[in-house]
């Protein structure tokens, strides 16, 4: 009789996260290959796609991790200092594949690590950019190297630091936008402080993650401190998902009001046009209103009910990314006839531009969970 | 010696539409061929009236070589910058390709070219204007719509049709300070 392969969880898990990668980097090289307008949807007029939404996605990850582990080894809350190792950890990767995903989006990155050094431009908050992840990442390094050798000195004046490029980092990528006269939707101080504000939900959902994953797969009981950890992380997912839902409410209400040029398209391309679905199924059902309600739930705040809504948050913070890039390039710089006003550009993602999203994701879990198996994680202070 | 500002004064009420400037231009300046690949445009007007006594009108275009440019603030490189004839240029080598300009540009008036590698865009054919020539949209428009000369020089054509005609620029609110007059 044959003998029945059996498979165990963990080796699909790997074996799909490996495949993914494998697809991402099959898209990457026919990228090489064929060229960018070749592979990308990405046009004169609309050229900024997911590839440059999902960097974002992944980089306010980074800083959002930093910020809110840093309530424990920096700002000394000690419930929260358990998770600095896995978080900071988790924060190097995803700049990391975000920086992966930019790459793939820029034409000429090489030539870039050339000429922002030899012909700097200090105006130019892509300059900027680059420059604080860059500083960011370099002290995020030597965290993770404090923690791992329990420097708790080091860690905690690297921590500070951290905490501080973070938001460097975060609200300088919201004035990468933010500073286009051009573009009414993301014009103003609004978008510097919504990346700080994303950040921290982000980071908490990864962190709910992170807790409760690490957990299940090791199949380790919620002791009481744990229970405790998660009840606290909830409270406070729950003041910024619901800080978050009022910006959002303003951010439409000014894009509507008075109809403002250019602005009030934008705004509509999300309500009602053609990023409805995302932003109302990703972005506003499951990115803020059923964490909310699994939130601000005494019964639901439990381990499983803040993981769950810290898995939504994230799937509605992804599509968040994408409806704010696309949709501040929506409205048509020239309005000629066949484009007439109040009509909408097109965009949707290649096939490769989005397997080079998928195998972005499935780097950043599987390099994670290879990390978790070969390295030692748990704090020493728990 | 005193800088040149050069600039385009353009009369639209002649523009009759026939894009031979689109062409000029693609061929002046090896532009590779494609929908989006453009330096230059003719935008067209809605028609106005109803049949038989229809009209409508064109707006040509192309980079406005504005005084305060979002494209050079926003270039992480300086791959592009105003040269002392205030004409907006690229340095194709230190273009990275992030399209940071392209979104900063109101007009629209940039794009990528995958053949020299770098964003590409109007230069008032720079090569021409460094051989004394004028631009090639500027010398083939069969109705003479556009006008190119030195606004420094009080004695040009185009000093002297800013000084006698009403004139707009496009998108004023935004600050950008073009230098494409358009006569009203």
């Known amino acids: ?382 | 010696m005193k800088k040149r500002r050069l600039a385009i004064v353009l009369d639209t009420r002649k523009c009759i539409d026939c894009k031979a400037c689109t062409v000029a231009c693609k061929t002046e300046n090896k532009i590779p061929l494609g929908r989006e690949t453009y330096r230059n445009w003719v935008s067209e007007g809605p028609l106005r009236g109803e049949y038989p006594n229809l009209g409508q009108s064109y707006t040509p275009g192309q980079c406005m070589q504005c005084a305060n440019t979002p494209c050079d603030r926003v270039c992480p490189t300086r791959a592009t910058w105003v040269n002392d004839d205030g004409i907006v240029v690229v340095e194709d080598r230190k273009c990275i390709g992030c399209k940071y300009c392209m979104t900063a540009c109101p007009y629209n008036a940039r794009y990528y070219n995958e053949e020299t590698g770098a964003v590409d865009k109007c230069t008032f054919c720079i090569q021409r204007v460094a051989v004394g020539e004028i631009p090639a949209c500027v010398e083939t428009c069969p109705t003479k719509v556009r006008v190119f000369g030195d606004l420094n020089d009080p004695e040009s054509e185009v000093s002297e049709l800013l000084a006698r005609h009403p004139y707009r620029v496009l998108k004023p609110e935004i600050g950008t300070e073009p230098f494409l007059f358009y006569l009203m």
């Open chain 1, 1 to 382: 009789m044959p003998k029945r392969l059996k498979i165990s969880p963990k080796w699909l898990f790997f074996s799909l996260l490996t495949c993914g990668v494998i697809a991402g980097l099959a898209a990457a090289g026919y990228v090489f290959w064929v060229g960018h307008s070749e592979a990308y949807n990405v046009t004169r007029e609309i050229p900024w796609g997911i590839l440059i939404s999902t960097y974002v996605f992944f980089v306010v990850c980074c800083s959002g991790l930093c910020l809110v582990s840093s309530l424990g080894h920096v700002f000394g809350v000690t419930q929260f200092e358990q998770i600095s190792k896995r978080a900071i950890l988790l924060a190097i990767i995803t700049m990391l594949v975000g920086f992966g995903t930019i790459a793939m989006e820029i034409n000429h990155p090489i030539r870039m690590a050339i000429w922002v050094v030899l012909s700097p431009n200090f105006s130019s908050p892509i300059w900027w950019m680059g420059a604080l992840y860059g500083g960011y990442l370099v002290i995020l390094c030597l965290e993770f190297y404090a923690l791992m050798k329990d420097r708790h000195g080091m860690a905690s004046t690297l921590g500070l630091l951290g905490f501080v490029m973070a938001m460097a980092a975060s609200s300088n990528l919201g004035g990468v936008f933010g500073l286009l006269e051009a573009r009414p939707f993301w014009y103003g101080a609004f978008l510097p402080l919504y990346l700080i504000l994303t950040a921290l939900v982000s980071g908490g959902a990864l962190l709910a993650l992170i807790v409760y994953f690490n957990h299940r797969t090791r199949g380790l009981p919620f002791h009481e401190g744990e229970r405790s950890f998660m009840d606290a992380l909830g409270r406070l997912q729950a003041l910024f998902v619901g800080l978050l839902a009022f910006f959002l409410i303003w951010k439409v209400i000014t894009g509507l009001y008075g109809r403002p040029p250019q602005g009030y398209e934008a705004m509509m391309a999300l309500i009602n046009g053609p990023l409805s679905l995302p932003f109302w199924l990703f972005e506003v059902l499951l990115g803020l209103l059923v964490p909310l309600v699994f939130l601000l739930r005494r019964q639901s705040r439990t381990p499983q009910g803040v993981a769950l809504a810290g898995g939504c948050s994230l799937i509605g913070m992804f599509f968040m990314r994408y409806d704010m890039v696309v949709a501040g390039q929506l409205v048509p710089m020239r309005v000629d006839v066949g484009e007439q006003a109040g009509t909408w550009l097109a965009y949707t993602p290649s096939v490769t531009e989005v397997v080079i999203v998928l195998g972005a994701l499935s780097a950043c879990l599987l390099l994670y969970s290879i990390a978790e198996q070969r390295l030692d994680l748990s704090s020493t202070h728990t």
